[in-house]
Structures are given as C-alpha cells and as structure tokens.
C-alpha cells in the first residue's frame, strides 16, 4: 500500500476500493471518518 508515515488510515468500500485515505492524525478526523463511514454505508 506504499505507506511511508504513521498513523495511514484507509477507508475501503465493500468492493474493496479505497475511497478515502489519510497519513496524519489532527484532533477532530476522527468525526471526518465517521461521517465518510455513514455515507458509505447510506445511514
């Protein structure tokens, strides 16, 4: 997956294409996947 800097996050769809990816951290991404989290799942 070429990951050169920790933490890398990958968002992977149910296909298993990565539709979303990150390699830093900042307070609040966490609430950013989330809502890419509920959009992929349609809720």
Do not use: C, W
């Amino acid at each position: 997956m070429n990951v050169n800097n920790v933490p890398h996050t990958f968002l992977i769809d149910g296909q298993g294409k990565i539709v979303s990816q990150r390699n830093t951290y900042a307070p609040g991404d966490e609430e950013k996947m989330y809502e890419e989290l509920k959009k992929l799942s349609g809720k």
